[in-house]
């Protein structure tokens, strides 16, 4: 090929350009996680309880289900990153 000839991208039968694919993976996950973090908090609730075990092991499932609601949030910003990061190499 000639330095006057335009480079050419791989594109599917309508002309469109294919984004890669780690980045469409991340970006659903990222939704997915964004969406099952917000149920969780929203479900999560925001009372304390005393007294006996049994409202003790609710208030450990109440942090627990915060806990989890962050690490999704986490992972879906964390997923999209690395998928940006790879895609500039």
Known sequence: ???T???TTP???NGADYPP???TIAILWAVAALILGIVLLVNA???AYGGDAYTGIQNAVTWATRGIAFLLFGSGALGLVMAFRRDER
Do not use: G, L
Request: glycine share 0%.
């Open 5 to 7: 000839e335009p480079t």
């Open 11 to 13: 594109t599917n039968t």
């Open 21 to 23: 694919a780690a980045i």
């Open 1 to 3: 090929m000639s330095e």
């Open 45 to 47: 609730k925001d009372e």
